[in-house]
C-alpha cells in the first residue's frame, strides 16, 4: 500500500497551508536581489525584470500543461507494468487545469504551491547566465523548464510516480522523499542553470587566454544579503506546505520545520564564512550568502523527517560544500557562475536529498501511511540523485540547446559590452551614477 494523501485537509492544516503557501513568494523576490546584486551594476535592472517576467511565465506554462504531467497521488496516471509490477510514470490530467476543482482540497493546494515553486525553479539559472542572457531566451527556457522537465520529475517524486514507489514495489525504504523540493525544485533549477553556463559561455573577460579566471564582483552586496534574509521567510513557507501536501504532516510540525529551516541555513553560512576566512584570511560576503542558500536548500528535503541536531549537521555538510564548489566549477572546470546558482542549488540540493537517507526519523508519524520501513532509505534517495544527472540534466541541456539553435540564448558582443540595461531596455537601473566599466576585467597580453 502507498502512501495516499488527503483530498481533503483538516481545517487547521488547510489553514496553516494556506498561509504557508502566501509565504513562498518570499524566496523568489530573496533570489531576485540576490542575483540581481551578485550581477553587474549595468544589468541591474534587466536581472530584475527577467526574473519577473521569467516568474509569470513559468507559473502561466505549468497552469497550461505542467500539471497535466504532474498531477497529484491518488489521481489518475499511466502507469507501465515490469515484472509484474505497476509503475506510475506520468499524470493523466487534462490541460488548463480543467477538471480540477480549486476549492481547497490537496490537489488544488498543491497546484497553487507549484506555481510558486515552479517559478523559483525557473528564477535559479538567471543567477548563472547573468549578463548575457537575453530576456526573450530566459523566458523560452523558464516554459520548457515548466512545461516539461520539472512536472515530469515531480510526478515521480510527488504524484505517486515510480520514484515515490521504490519503498512498495522495491523495498527500498518508504521510497524517494523530498519533502519540501531539496531535488524536485532545487536540483531540477541548478541543473538547468549548468546547461545554461555549458550552452551562452562564459562572460567576456572572465577567462585569459591561459584559462585563468578574473574576479568579477557583484555589484551590491547589500541586495546579496538582504536577498538572504527573505529567502528564509519564503523557505520555510515553501517546507512546512510541501511537508503538508507531501509528506503528511500536521499542522503543530509548523515549528519543528521552521526550527530545522533556520538552523540548516544558519549553520550553512556560518560554515562558508569560517571556511572563507581560514582561506582568505577575512570572509567572503557573496560566498557566506551563497553558503546561506545553499543551507535553506539542503534543509528542504529532510525538513519534517530530522531533529535539530541533524539539521545543524546537513547545514555544515552544504556550508562547506557550496564554499568549495564554488572555487572548482570556476578553476576546473571553467564554469562562470556569477550568482553561485550551480552549487547553492543543484550541488546543496543533492546532498539534501542525500542527507533523508542519513538522518531521517520516521517515528513522529510523518508517512506512518507509506508501505515500506527505514532500511533502504539512503539506496532510494540515491536512485533519485542518480536519476537527476541521468536523465534530467540531459534532457534540460538538449531542450536548452534545441532552444539555442532557433534563439540564440547569448546577447551580441555589443549588447554585452554596453551592459543589458541599455541593450535590451533601453534605460540603466541607476541613471544617476556611473555604472561599472570591463576595465578591471582586462588584461595585457
Same mark, same amino acid.
Given at each position: 500500500m502507498?502512501?495516499?494523501p488527503s483530498l481533503a485537509l483538516q481545517d487547521t492544516a488547510l489553514t496553516v497551508c494556506v498561509l504557508s503557501i502566501l509565504l513562498v513568494p518570499f524566496a523568489c523576490a530573496g533570489l531576485l536581489l540576490i542575483n540581481t546584486g551578485l550581477g553587474r551594476s549595468r544589468s541591474a535592472a534587466q536581472m530584475a525584470l527577467s526574473s519577473l517576467c521569467v516568474f509569470s511565465v513559468a507559473a502561466i506554462a505549468y497552469v497550461?500543461?505542467?500539471?497535466?504531467?504532474?498531477?497529484?497521488? @491518488?489521481?489518475?496516471?499511466?502507469? *507501465?507494468?515490469?515484472?509484474?509490477?505497476?509503475?506510475n510514470w506520468i499524470a493523466a490530467q487534462p490541460f488548463f487545469l480543467r477538471g480540477v476543482q480549486l476549492n481547497g482540497s490537496a490537489p488544488s493546494l498543491a497546484i497553487w504551491l507549484q506555481m510558486f515553486s515552479v517559478a523559483l525553479a525557473a528564477m535559479i539559472p538567471l543567477g548563472t547566465g547573468a549578463d548575457r542572457w537575453r530576456l526573450g531566451a530566459s523566458c523560452a527556457s523558464a516554459a520548457l523548464l515548466a512545461g516539461c522537465t520539472y512536472p515530469l520529475f515531480a510526478h515521480w517524486v510527488w504524484g505517486g510516480g515510480w520514484l515515490a514507489q521504490? @519503498?512498495?514495489?522495491?523495498?527500498? %525504504?518508504?521510497?524517494f522523499l523530498d519533502a519540501g523540493g531539496s531535488c524536485s525544485i532545487q536540483v531540477v533549477g541548478g541543473l538547468t542553470a549548468l546547461s545554461i553556463a555549458w550552452i551562452v559561455g562564459p562572460r567576456r573577460g572572465k577567462y585569459s587566454h591561459e584559462g585563468m579566471p578574473a574576479a568579477i564582483p557583484g555589484h551590491n552586496g547589500i541586495y546579496v544579503i538582504f536577498g538572504?534574509?527573505?529567502?528564509?521567510?519564503?523557505?520555510? %513557507?515553501?517546507?512546512?506546505a510541501g511537508a503538508i501536501l507531501f509528506a503528511g504532516a500536521a499542522a503543530g510540525q509548523a515549528v519543528q520545520v521552521a526550527v530545522n529551516t533556520m538552523l540548516c541555513a544558519g549553520a550553512a553560512g556560518l560554515t562558508?564564512?569560517?571556511?572563507? $576566512?581560514? #582561506?582568505?584570511?577575512?570572509?567572503?560576503?557573496?560566498?557566506?550568502?551563497?553558503?546561506? =542558500? @545553499?543551507?535553506l536548500v539542503a534543509?528542504?528535503?529532510?525538513?519534517? *523527517?530530522?531533529?535539530?541536531?541533524? /539539521?545543524?549537521?546537513?547545514?555544515?555538510?552544504?556550508?562547506?560544500?557550496?564554499?568549495?564548489? =564554488?572555487?572548482?566549477?570556476?578553476?576546473?572546470?571553467?564554469?562562470?557562475?556569477?550568482? &553561485? /546558482?550551480?552549487?547553492? $542549488?543543484?550541488?546543496?540540493?543533492?546532498?539534501?536529498?542525500?542527507?533523508?537517507?542519513?538522518?531521517?526519523? *520516521?517515528?513522529?508519524?510523518?508517512?506512518?501511511? #507509506?508501505?515500506? &520501513?527505514?532500511?533502504?532509505?539512503?539506496?532510494?534517495?540515491?536512485?533519485?540523485?542518480?536519476?537527476?544527472? @541521468?536523465?534530467?540534466?540531459?534532457?534540460t541541456y538538449f531542450l536548452n540547446w534545441l532552444l539555442n539553435r532557433v534563439y540564440p540564448q547569448r546577447v551580441a558582443a555589443e549588447g554585452e559590452r554596453q551592459g543589458l540595461?541599455?541593450?535590451?531596455?533601453?534605460?540603466?537601473?541607476?541613471?544617476e551614477f556611473m555604472t561599472h566599466s570591463d576595465e578591471f576585467t582586462q588584461r595585457k597580453i
Amino acid at each position: 500500500m502507498t502512501f495516499q494523501p488527503s483530498l481533503a485537509l483538516q481545517d487547521t492544516a488547510l489553514t496553516v497551508c494556506v498561509l504557508s503557501i502566501l509565504l513562498v513568494p518570499f524566496a523568489c523576490a530573496g533570489l531576485l536581489l540576490i542575483n540581481t546584486g551578485l550581477g553587474r551594476s549595468r544589468s541591474a535592472a534587466q536581472m530584475a525584470l527577467s526574473s519577473l517576467c521569467v516568474f509569470s511565465v513559468a507559473a502561466i506554462a505549468y497552469v497550461i500543461c505542467g500539471f497535466s504531467w504532474q498531477g497529484f497521488e @491518488g489521481l489518475p496516471a499511466h502507469t *507501465f507494468t515490469v515484472a509484474g509490477k505497476s509503475w506510475n510514470w506520468i499524470a493523466a490530467q487534462p490541460f488548463f487545469l480543467r477538471g480540477v476543482q480549486l476549492n481547497g482540497s490537496a490537489p488544488s493546494l498543491a497546484i497553487w504551491l507549484q506555481m510558486f515553486s515552479v517559478a523559483l525553479a525557473a528564477m535559479i539559472p538567471l543567477g548563472t547566465g547573468a549578463d548575457r542572457w537575453r530576456l526573450g531566451a530566459s523566458c523560452a527556457s523558464a516554459a520548457l523548464l515548466a512545461g516539461c522537465t520539472y512536472p515530469l520529475f515531480a510526478h515521480w517524486v510527488w504524484g505517486g510516480g515510480w520514484l515515490a514507489q521504490l @519503498g512498495s514495489k522495491f523495498g527500498l %525504504g518508504r521510497g524517494f522523499l523530498d519533502a519540501g523540493g531539496s531535488c524536485s525544485i532545487q536540483v531540477v533549477g541548478g541543473l538547468t542553470a549548468l546547461s545554461i553556463a555549458w550552452i551562452v559561455g562564459p562572460r567576456r573577460g572572465k577567462y585569459s587566454h591561459e584559462g585563468m579566471p578574473a574576479a568579477i564582483p557583484g555589484h551590491n552586496g547589500i541586495y546579496v544579503i538582504f536577498g538572504c534574509l527573505l529567502a528564509l521567510v519564503g523557505w520555510t %513557507g515553501l517546507n512546512f506546505a510541501g511537508a503538508i501536501l507531501f509528506a503528511g504532516a500536521a499542522a503543530g510540525q509548523a515549528v519543528q520545520v521552521a526550527v530545522n529551516t533556520m538552523l540548516c541555513a544558519g549553520a550553512a553560512g556560518l560554515t562558508a564564512g569560517v571556511v572563507t $576566512h581560514t #582561506r582568505f584570511g577575512k570572509p567572503d560576503a557573496s560566498l557566506v550568502a551563497n553558503g546561506w =542558500v @545553499g543551507g535553506l536548500v539542503a534543509s528542504s528535503a529532510a525538513c519534517i *523527517f530530522i531533529l535539530p541536531a541533524a /539539521a545543524v549537521a546537513i547545514g555544515i555538510v552544504a556550508g562547506a560544500l557550496v564554499t568549495f564548489s =564554488v572555487e572548482w566549477f570556476e578553476l576546473r572546470l571553467g564554469v562562470d557562475d556569477p550568482g &553561485g /546558482a550551480i552549487s547553492a $542549488h543543484a550541488v546543496a540540493g543533492i546532498w539534501g536529498g542525500l542527507s533523508v537517507g542519513l538522518f531521517a526519523n *520516521f517515528t513522529d508519524g510523518v508517512l506512518k501511511n #507509506r508501505a515500506g &520501513g527505514n532500511s533502504g532509505q539512503f539506496l532510494a534517495q540515491l536512485v533519485g540523485v542518480a536519476t537527476l544527472l @541521468g536523465f534530467v540534466l540531459p534532457l534540460t541541456y538538449f531542450l536548452n540547446w534545441l532552444l539555442n539553435r532557433v534563439y540564440p540564448q547569448r546577447v551580441a558582443a555589443e549588447g554585452e559590452r554596453q551592459g543589458l540595461d541599455l541593450y535590451e531596455l533601453g534605460a540603466g537601473a541607476y541613471p544617476e551614477f556611473m555604472t561599472h566599466s570591463d576595465e578591471f576585467t582586462q588584461r595585457k597580453i
